[in-house]
C-alpha cells in the first residue's frame, strides 16, 4: 500500500507530537489552582488557533466583489465548513458560539483571571498590533514568543504555511489524560468545569471526525504532487509545533514557581 503524503507528514512528527503529549504540564496540574493557570495561558492559543482560521478563510473566499468562481472549490467548502464550526458552534443551551468564547465562559465558570486576556481583546479592538497588544498587558515571554510565531506565519501570507501550522498544530495534541484530569477536578469543584468538560468534547469530537481530516484535505489540495510544497508543510508544522513546545515549558514553570511560592508562604506561616 502506498504511503500517502500526509502520512508521511505525520510520521516526521511524531517526536515533537510526543513531547507535548506526554509533557509534564500534565503531571502538574493536581489542583484547580493550577488548572487555572493552565487557561490563563492557554486562552491565547485558542484565540490564534481562530486567527489562523480566518486567516485561511480570507484567502479562500475572502469578501470580493464582484463574486467570481474559486479556483479550489474543494479549500473553500472545507474551510467554510471548519469555520462554522469553530466560530458559532452549538452551545449546551441550545444558542450559539465561538469556541474561544467558550473556553472564556469556562474560565470565569471557574474563576480563572480573564482581565488580561479580555485587555488584550480591547487593545485589538483598538488596532492595537498584536505584538504590542500583548507587549502592553505583559503577558508571559512563552504566550508572546507562541503568539508572534503565530503571526510571523499570517503575515508570511504563505497559505501553504498557514494551512500547515493550522493542521498540524491544532488542538488535539491536548491527550486523553488532561480529560480525565479536567472531569476529576470538575468533581472536586461541583460542577464548575461542567462548560470547559463540554468545550473539550467539542473539539475532541469535532477534530478527530471532522476538522482534522478536512484540514488534512485541505492541504493535499494545496500541494498536489508538489514535492517542494509538502516540503514547506513540513517545516512549517515542525515550526508550530516547537513553539507549541515552548509555551507548554512556560506553563510548566509558572505552575512550579506558583507551587514553590505556595509552600513557602505555608512554611513562613506554620
Known amino acids: 500500500m502506498t504511503v500517502s503524503k ?10 515533537q507530537r510526543a513531547a507535548l503529549i506526554n509533557h509534564p504540564i500534565y503531571d502538574d496540574i493536581t489542583t484547580l489552582r493550577e488548572l487555572k493557570i493552565f487557561m490563563e495561558h492557554h486562552v491565547y492559543a485558542v484565540w490564534d488557533f ?50 474561544f468564547e467558550l473556553y472564556l465562559q469556562s474560565m470565569t465558570d471557574c474563576g480563572a483571571d480573564v482581565s ?16 504590542d497588544a500583548a ?10 514568543s507562541f503568539l508572534n510565531n503565530t503571526f510571523d506565519t499570517i503575515e508570511s501570507q ?21 480529560e480525565k484530569i479536567v472531569e476529576r477536578l470538575n ?13 473539550l468534547n467539542r473539539h475532541i469530537e469535532l477534530d478527530a471526525e ?6 488534512e484535505r485541505m492541504i493535499e489540495s494545496f500541494c498536489g504532487d508538489n514535492a517542494s510544497n509538502w516540503h514547506l508543510v513540513e517545516v512549517a508544522a515542525r515550526d508550530a ?26 512554611s513562613l506561616q506554620n
Open 6 to 15: 500526509i502520512s508521511k507528514v505525520n510520521a516526521s512528527l511524531e517526536t
Open 50 to 99: 481562530m486567527s489562523l482560521l480566518k486567516s485561511l478563510q480570507r484567502q479562500l473566499a475572502g469578501p470580493v466583489l464582484p463574486w467570481l468562481p474559486p479556483e479550489n472549490r474543494t479549500a473553500i467548502r472545507l474551510i467554510n465548513e471548519i469555520v462554522l464550526g469553530e466560530e458559532s458552534d452549538e452551545t449546551p443551551d441550545g444558542n450559539f458560539s465561538s469556541h
Open 116 to 131: 488580561s486576556v479580555n485587555e488584550f481583546l480591547n487593545l485589538i479592538r483598538r488596532c492595537v498590533s498584536v505584538r
Open 135 to 144: 507587549g502592553q498587558i505583559n503577558v508571559p515571554l512563552s504566550v508572546r
Open 158 to 178: 504563505q497559505i501553504i504555511r498557514i494551512a500547515s501550522a493550522f493542521t498540524f498544530g491544532r488542538e488535539d495534541l491536548l491527550p486523553a489524560i488532561f
Open 187 to 199: 468533581l472536586q469543584n461541583h460542577g464548575k468545569l461542567d462548560n470547559f468538560r463540554y468545550y
Open 210 to 215: 471532522h476538522h482534522g481530516p478536512m484540514a
Open 241 to 266: 509545533l516547537q513553539a507549541r513546545l515552548c509555551l507548554w515549558n512556560g506553563m510548566h514553570r509558572q505552575i512550579q514557581d506558583a507551587r514553590m511560592s505556595n509552600q513557602q508562604s505555608f
